[in-house]
């Protein structure tokens, strides 16, 4: 079983519209939790943390649920420039980063 | 405020030749500092993780190696390059701790023929 699994999409949203990703993860233990954007060949960069208790940036939000061992990432009004990879990030421990394959999202005009 | 710094941006080497890439981060002091590897319509595969000077951790077993001569300086390298060994190489860096994301750099993009 992979460690960090996503939905690949594509996710073909217009304007305006709400779109959330999920993201499962295999080791219960894990600790920490992130979402990345990836723009077209180049370096992924870090969007935000998940914490425990959800958290919100703007338009985005962030929530983990522990039990079903998943992690979502909301995007609320999409812009045409929301239009990237979304890559979910789970750390086990340490120094261990699991990256999944990335969730694509075009936004339409 | 941190930068961190990857070179070459673009590569192209033929098969058997020696590879060196290098990462340098600016603005921190004893970062984590991190090599992954992104192949075509893959994830990120993370090759070696260093937390301090000369200590390297290896993740995956192949013909690459990695060494950290300076502590914001991480150095990739490969001695005979394979054809699989094409892809995006990228560094991070992140302070030690829970909760602590990664930052990358702009990373390698790197075609072995």
Partial sequence: RKEVEQDPGPFNVPEGATVAFNCTYSNSASQSFFWYRQDCRKEPKLLMSVYSSGNEDGRFTAQLNRASQYISLLIRDSKLSDSATYLCVVNPSGNQFYFGTGTSLTVIP | ?113
């Fill in chain 2, 1 to 113: 405020s941190q930068t961190i710094h990857q070179w070459p941006a673009t590569l192209v080497q033929p098969v058997g030749s020696p590879l060196s890439l290098e990462c340098t981060v600016e603005g921190t002091s004893n970062p984590n500092l991190y090599w992954y590897r992104q192949a075509a319509g893959r994830g990120l595969q993370l090759l070696f993780y260093s937390i301090g000077i000369d200590q390297i951790s290896s993740e995956v077993p192949q013909n690459l190696s990695a060494s950290r001569p300076q502590d914001r300086q991480f150095i990739l390298s490969s001695k005979k390059l394979l054809l699989s060994d094409s892809g995006f190489y990228l560094c991070a860096w992140r302070r030690d701790g829970i909760g602590v994301g990664q930052y990358f750099g702009p990373g390698t993009r790197l075609t072995v023929t």
